[in-house]
């Protein structure tokens, strides 16, 4: 099973500010497997980024995706006010399990 | 537009099954995966199979092997998750969403059904 560790747990940032999260596998995943997700509360998940950097439709351009092998990265540019949230990054491979992260919630500070 | 449309919450005692249902429109249903995730109470998303909706074939997290089923209804677009021998630690919130093939992400969810397994 390949385990997923985001980072940090809770990031604290204001409006404008740039947001970075981190998403680390425990064995490689393939850049085509690896996915972005965003949770409001009382929501659920929304796609962002699949194929670790290719945007979702309806996915605004502050938000892009990097990363290969094991080191995968979220950034977020200038966080809007709706961009407060919880954040899980997943590998979705041919071979189960599928496995997410723990997720990072993105706070206002 | 293509949607999921979950049940309604549902409250059972511990030993007791229950069976969500998730409806699909707007999609060719047989031309998909369906997948599950449940979500405990400030927890995170925890995958538990996934089901082919042309064959009917299924495949299970091994946490959930033995103990959830996945089904289908192709003549009313209409995927079922039913899991047995609830315990409180299954209180969780149970979505659907669907997969273009294996191999792929995510693009559409459920909103989710609310189970609570209390006595």
């Known amino acids: 099973e390949i385990v997923l560790t985001q980072s940090p747990g809770t990031l604290s940032l204001s409006p404008g500010e740039r947001a970075t999260l981190s998403c680390r596998a425990s064995?490689?995943?393939?850049?085509?497997?690896l996915g972005w997700y965003q949770q409001k509360p009382g929501q659920a998940p929304r796609l962002l980024i699949y194929?670790?950097?290719i945007r979702a439709t309806g996915t605004p351009d502050r938000f892009s995706g990097s990363g290969s092998g094991t080191d995968f990265t979220l950034t977020i540019s200038r966080l809007e006010p709706e961009d407060f949230a919880v954040y899980y990054c997943?590998?979705?491979?041919?071979?189960?399990?599928?496995?997410f992260g723990g997720g990072t919630k993105v706070e206002i500070k | 537009q293509v949607q999921l449309v979950q049940s309604g919450a549902e409250v059972k005692k511990p030993g007791a099954s229950v069976k969500v249902s998730c409806k699909a429109s707007?999609?060719?249903?047989?031309?998909?995966?369906m997948h599950w995730v449940r979500q405990a109470p400030g927890q995170g998303l925890e995958w538990m199979g996934w089901?082919?909706?042309?064959?009917?074939?299924?495949n299970y997290a091994e946490r959930f092997q033995g103990w959830a089923m996945f089904t289908t209804d192709t003549s009313t677009g209409t995927a079922y998750m039913e899991l047995s021998s609830l315990k409180s630690d299954d209180t969780a919130i149970y979505y659907c969403?669907?997969?273009?093939?294996?191999?792929?992400?995510?693009?559409?969810w459920g909103q989710g059904t609310l189970v609570t397994v209390s006595s």
């Open positions: 089901i082919n909706c042309h064959s009917g074939g299924a």
């Open positions: 194929g670790a950097f």
């Open positions: 997943q590998q979705y491979g041919r071979s189960p399990p599928l496995t």
């Open positions: 969403a669907r997969s273009n093939g294996l191999g792929t992400y995510f693009d559409v």
């Open positions: 707007g999609y060719r249903f047989t031309g998909y995966y």
């Open positions: 064995q490689s995943v393939s850049s085509t497997s």
